[in-house]
């Protein structure tokens, strides 16, 4: 997270004597990333947070490969996979490499019995459909549609939701994920040019400080495993922090487009970076204002990385047959670029209702069993002329 927060209380100078009412002291625990080098909170818990009482054994998660060396252009139709009433059981990684998994998820229920924490992971949750409460040891954010939610790794939550209707594209990041450092000067701040600013990005707001002893679950993911752990004290206890580490929420909607009088190359929508993908926001918008332009993309060779959308809302003027809830897969090596048509038909359009999410990973993605199973297998042809369009 770029930029200092506070919440609850805290002493006026870190590692020092800090005493609850009734005199004995509250703990401390520095909660980091990248060692001691990366970005941290100072936490103050009622409890050591460090006191295990069973580990009750692990399982494994890991994506299982369906395709892993892939050339082929695919259609993932996200809306096919099979809600779950569990949160962690309906989580299907989709696409996946060393750096990263892309992963659709429909829970129908709130998280009631277990915490989570991905150990592994930044995750990066984006809300298709659904709203409720993300609830974590740092304070809580409320999301709705549109919502990005980026919970860095080690962040213990549930998440709550409204009703039984909900649907998010999730990112998994073995890499830490940032806002993009050219829209940042040398002290963090986010600078004018910047698609958005601090005012757009959510703090947590409430913290949930509970003194309570008994057996709390959490379960932990760790190299691809789920490792259920029980601790002794209520993981939300903390009663105050501070520092730059901890979950924030952006919504899509207040993603400002940059536009020109020709088309504008994707890096004008990137939204997130690591060092091994980028996330870019498609957001509705004026199209290319020079009286000649052709609003739509042009072919590009992404000959480096691979090129995932998720198509979220509105009509997507360089695709045909494309529905909300749909991922293309488009493979680094061969070129790709609008359907047929697709060019001609922009050419004096103004505007675009068109809101996806991209995320561009510079290693290659392996097809999972799952994306299998949601995989339009004609896909690859769709660009041929003469009533391929399927
Ligand atoms: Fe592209």
């Not at 979950?247 to 940059?258: G, K, L, M, Q, T």
Request: charged fraction near 25%.
């Amino acid at each position: 997270m770029p930029f200092y927060h506070k919440l609850g209380k805290i002493p006026h100078k870190r590692h020092t004597i800090f005493r609850k009412p009734d005199g004995s002291l509250y703990y401390e625990q520095l909660f980091g990333t990248i060692g001691f080098d990366g970005m941290s909170s100072n936490l103050y818990h009622e409890h050591r947070p460090t006191q295990v009482k069973e580990i009750k054994g692990s399982y494994d998660v890991k994506p299982k490969i369906a395709i892993e060396n892939n050339l082929k252009s695919y259609r993932l139709k996200g809306f096919q996979i099979t809600p779950h009433p569990d949160y962690l059981e309906s989580r299907k990684a989709v696409l996946t490499n060393s750096d990263c998994d892309i992963v659709l998820a429909s829970p129908q229920g709130s998280t009631t019995d277990y915490f989570y924490k991905n150990a592994d992971a930044d995750e990066l949750i984006f809300v298709h459909k659904g709203s409720g409460k993300l609830r974590t040891h740092l304070g809580n954010l409320d999301f709705k549609y549109g919502d990005y939610l980026l919970v860095p790794r080690g962040t213990i939550y549930k998440m709550d939701f409204d009703d039984e209707n909900n649907r998010l594209f999730i990112v998994e990041s073995r890499r830490p994920i940032y806002t993009p450092k050219r829209y940042r000067n040398w002290f963090g701040q986010l600078l004018e040019h910047s698609p958005f600013c601090e005012r757009d990005l959510r703090q947590p707001h409430e913290l949930e400080t509970n003194d309570e002893k008994g057996d709390f679950l959490i379960k932990i993911k760790k190299q691809g495993r789920i490792f259920d752990m029980v601790y002794a004290t209520h993981p939300f206890d903390v009663v105050g922090y501070d520092g730059y580490n901890y979950p924030y929420a952006f919504s899509i909607h207040d993603f400002e487009p940059i536009t020109g009088r020709i088309h504008q190359p994707p890096p004008v929508h990137q939204t997130f970076e690591t060092d091994a993908f980028v996330v870019c926001s498609f957001c509705p918008r004026k199209y290319d204002y020079h009286p000649e332009s052709i609003p739509a993309p042009y072919s590009h060779s992404n000959i480096d990385s691979d090129e995932v959308l998720y198509y979220v809302d509105g009509d997507f003027m360089s695709r045909n047959d494309i529905e909300a809830g749909h991922i293309s897969l488009h493979p680094a090596g061969i070129p790709h670029g609008p359907h047929p048509g697709a060019v001609e038909r922009s050419i004096g359009q103004v505007e675009t209702e068109e809101l996806a999410v991209m995320v561009d990973t510079f290693k290659p993605l392996m097809l999972t069993e799952d994306a299998m199973e949601i995989a339009d297998d004609s896909y690859h042809k769709s660009w041929l002329e003469d009533g391929h369009e399927h």
